[in-house]
């Protein structure tokens, strides 16, 4: 594994204070910092040494970072500055990425949270990843993430918690808990996630920042480490909701490599944000607003409410009655798919090989025994269990249908109304430890974001103010399948309306 | 004692013949250095996703429709799970409850008596890695995991170890006839899995049966099965009986041993492949590869005998393997006697294979070459001794029959005048011969046409010889 290397920086810590605001590269959007690089504003170099400062001066504590490859970075971005010279243009021309641990980044490390990939190097790019290195994107580090993307809140990964940049003993959301962590603490211009339950939407919404989850095959999973691929979507973690928009339009689209991509066209998601919100219809499905609900997570959702039907919205009820089995369904699917997935860390070919085995059967117990961690365990026992003989028709073919109806809830729905508007989690950030001893209670809290997954379609997590504790709170708007337009469009309207994303959190001390 | 009836089933793995791998673009190329061949998508790294294989799709519906299968108009693919060191991701990528092909059979011929055995489903699936044992290590080459493969799975129709060589070898032939695979077993290209059981005579449902693996050759196959038959007799006869099991071939001892019982059978968990997309394949599309599909052995058969005037026996025997049909067809259709082409394939060309034990595709004598050289035959530009002297010629220094018969003046002669000067001369010398023949014996005269015939080299026309010589004496 590639060491954590310690960040060389240019400035001393009192100079980046001394520098001001107008120096902080690190806080801008990727947006505004895509401007100033066209603008020759400013080199790449400076906003990846800017972005490397600030990983320096906060990392050790939030542990977003699982590995900064500063050297690579500064060599990037200094070879995207001469390209630029040369005449060379990209849509991410010099913009680090901060990229969560479970994307395959050709010579990076991906170790997906877990011991079992310890020392492993990809030897390859995922499609995504390729994809926004056209556009000439910078790749400066792995994000920290629940072991293989299970969990929401990040307390799985195998080296350590990520700390929430609004309250250091308040867990960041998972499993892409790194990623939220460091979009929002401006040690990243932004970031990818990635989302089987909710592992984008959620961490977003826990940790003040933009989370997209696209509809199931917009983005290639090629290069993804999967966890549940009927279920697994890329996607972007933002400042903004323009800047989601951007990055959604350069990785989304058909892909070779993968069955599953759809090849539609990809629209202009740029241009979807100029509509405003008159003339759409947004549903709020009643089962999502009875009881369970934290009380200001309800109320700062009620308030994003009002603040749309104030652009323009019409606002109606809808009804997602099958919403209620979706925890129980996706906790047959998503393991069974995993307990096939994860079959393949062995200790055979890559990664960690547990010593002293003394046949191949004992080399797989002994490698997955040392090299997994008990939520994975438990996921792996779980899915395997549900595709056993005997029990596949009562689960899995079980599931299956319930899946479908669940789908089906979502196409009445959105033949009255163009987005869905409900709370990304039921809960703000809660305390590290505070749900681990009841796996349970941890499932629950995905209850909003896992409907969306297992009807394949799209969903957005838009920051929407904070509790009294001053957690952030998060909206999702959900839309139908290849509906990212109208759910972008709803979140920059109300983004535009609002100030909340422009809140940053103070320095974690 | 009492009298046992037995039952066995097929289950055939045949790669196939395409250019790139079932699910990533790796070459299927066999012999190359270990793990030369391979790709994150077959060596299952983190993330990588498979990718279908139309080509392998497309050659396992060309064999369901040689074999008279059904076409599945939707099929789609599982994963089957189990933990062995040859298995990349440790699932195989296969085809459960909705495989490509359905139904079809085979026509066997065993003892004169003509069956056929059904076929219950081909389906499609990839195969796994080579484990190679060392001394002191185990290594694994990546270069044929995920090669991709069908598995034709016969109904238990065949009630003997012929029976089941006969299924064996009919399949080859349509499989090789369809192009589908090289079926070439020393390559692995071609590997068989067999169930047998056994029953009372009379009993009519079917006894316990075991499955027997690791046979590497037909001849180990046949071996298996009979000594898997002579111990589930004895088992049963002596009052024991068959357990359902696994059982290993191992062809050193001659003997089966039991790998495992049904109680640690492997649960397979089988669930449908989200990574890929069902399989459809429209009428249309179907209907365009049956339309060229090759003809089938036994058609093949009955067009040389209607189309060459070959006898059964002789159309069957070139028929029997595609590419002797093949260098017979090229060969027959640039000769104007293809009945005179196909005594030279009965007799001298499959001479030559069997003692040099070699395939017809190894053999040196191009067939337009073969054609030259019976056209000259029927030419009567050399004699059939002559004809046979070329052949042995061409067979180890090459070269075309016209270029060597010139080359070597072995054109026959058929000139009156030249042939006289030896007739006359053999005459002179052979008074007591001729006496002999005058006085009834027909050998003399075969004799006296055999002097002219070393005379002439064995160049002298032997009819336009034998002519003068019959007209000469009887003056």
Known sequence: MVRRQRVKSRYSIIEVFVIGKGKMLNTLTLSAVVGKLERLECRSQDVVQSVLDAIRLKDDRLHGYLTVDAEEALRQAKATDEARAAGRTGRLLGVPIAIKDVLNVKGQPCTCGSKILKGYISPYDATAIARLRVEGAVFLGRTNMDEFAMGSSTENSAYGVTRNPWNPDCVPGGSSGGSAAVVAADEAIAALGSDTGGSVRQPASFCGCVGLKPTYGRISRYGLTAYASSLDQI??????????????????????????????????????????????????????????????????????????????????????????????????????????????????????????????????????????????????????????????????????????????????????????????????????????????????????????????????????????????????????????????????????????????????? | MTAYRVTIGL???????????????????????????????????????????????????????????????????????????????????????????????????????????????????????????????????????????????????????????????????????????????????????????????????????????????????????????????????????????????????????????????????????????????????????????????AQRRERFAREYGLPEYDARVLAADKAVGDYFEIAARGSPNPKAVSNWMMSDVMRTLSEKDISITAFTIPPDALAELVGLTEAKAINSNTAREVFSIMLTEGGRAGEIVAARGLAQVSDAGAIEKVVDQVIAENAKVIEDFRSGKAAAFKFLVGQVMRLSKGKANPQIAGEMLQRKLSN
């Open chain 1, 235 to 509: 996607g972007p973690m933002t400042k903004t909701v323009a800047d989601a928009a951007l990055l959604l339009q350069v990785m989304a689209g058909g892909d070779p490599a993968d069955s599953s991509s759809l090849s539609v066209p990809v629209p202009d998601y740029t241009a979807a944000l100029q509509k405003d919100l008159k003339g759409m219809t947004l549903g709020l499905p009643r089962e999502y607003f009875v009881g369970g609900l934290h009380v200001d997570v309800e109320r700062r959702v009620q308030e994003a409410i009002e603040v749309c039907r104030g652009l323009g919205a019409r606002i109606v009820e809808v009804a997602l009655p099958r919403s209620r089995e979706a925890i129980a369904t996706y906790y047959i699917i998503a393991p069974a798919e995993a307990s096939a997935n994860l079959s393949r860390f062995d200790g055979v070919r890559y990664g960690f090989r547990a010593a002293g085995a003394e046949d191949p059967i004992d080399l797989y117990k002994k490698t997955r025994a040392q090299g997994f961690g008990p939520e994975v365990k438990r996921r792996i026992i779980l899915g395997t269990y549900v595709l056993s003989s005997g029990y596949y028709d009562a689960f899995y073919l079980r599931a299956q249908k319930v899946r479908t109806l669940i789908r089906r809830d979502f196409e009445e729905a959105f033949k009255v109304c163009d987005a869905i508007l409900s709370p990304v989690a039921p809960t703000p950030a809660y305390r590290f430890g505070e749900n681990t001893a009841d796996p349970l209670q941890m499932y629950l809290g995905d209850i909003f974001t896992v409907p969306v997954n297992l009807a394949g379609i799209c969903g957005l997590s838009v920051p929407c103010g904070f509790t009294a504790d001053k957690l952030p709170v998060g909206l999702q708007v959900v839309g139908p399948a290849l509906g990212e337009e109208a759910i972008l469009r709803v979140g920059h309207a109300y983004e535009q309306a609002t100030q909340w994303h422009q809140q940053r959190p103070g320095s974690p001390s």
């Open chain 2, 11 to 297: 289950e055939v793995h045949v790669q196939l013949k395409t250019q790139s791998k079932m699910f990533c673009a790796c070459s299927t190329d066999f012999g190359q250095s270990p793990n030369t061949q391979v790709c994150p998508v077959c060596l299952g790294y983190p993330g990588s996703l498979p990718v279908m294989n139309r080509a392998a799709i497309r050659l396992t519906v060309m064999s369901g429709l040689m074999l008279g299968c059904r076409i599945n108009p939707t099929s789609k693919f599982d994963r089957k799970n189990y933990f062995y060191p040859d298995m990349p991701k440790n699932y195989q990528i296969t085809q459960c409850d909705k495989p490509l092909c359905l139904g079809g059979g085979v026509d066997i011929e065993v003892d004169g008596k003509s069956r056929r055995i059904g076929i219950t489903r081909i389906h499609q699936e990839e195969d796994v890695a080579k484990n190679l044992h060392y001394a002191k290590w185990s290594g694994i080459d990546y270069n044929r995991a995920g090669v991709p493969l069908m598995e034709i799975v016969s109904e238990p129709d065949m009630e003997s170890p012929e029976e089941a060589m006969a299924y064996l070898l009919a399949l080859r032939q349509i499989l090789l006839y369809a192009g589908v695979s090289d079926c070439n077993l020393e390559e692995g290209n071609m590997r068989c899995d067999v169930n047998i059981s056994i029953r009372p005579e009379g009993q009519k449902e079917l006894g316990t049966k075991a499955e027997i693996k690791n046979m590497n050759t037909f001849k180990g196959v046949f071996a298996a099965l009979q000594y898997e038959i002579a111990r589930q007799t004895e088992v049963v006869s002596s009052g024991g009986r068959i357990v359902q099991e696994t059982r290993r071939w191992d062809a050193d001892s001659g003997q089966t041993f039991s790998m495992r019982t049904k109680e640690d059978a492997h649960d397979y968990r089988y669930f449908p492949e989200p990574d890929l997309m069902p399989v459809a394949l429209p009428d249309v599309l179907v209907a365009e590869w049956a339309a060229s599909l090759p003809e089938l052995p």
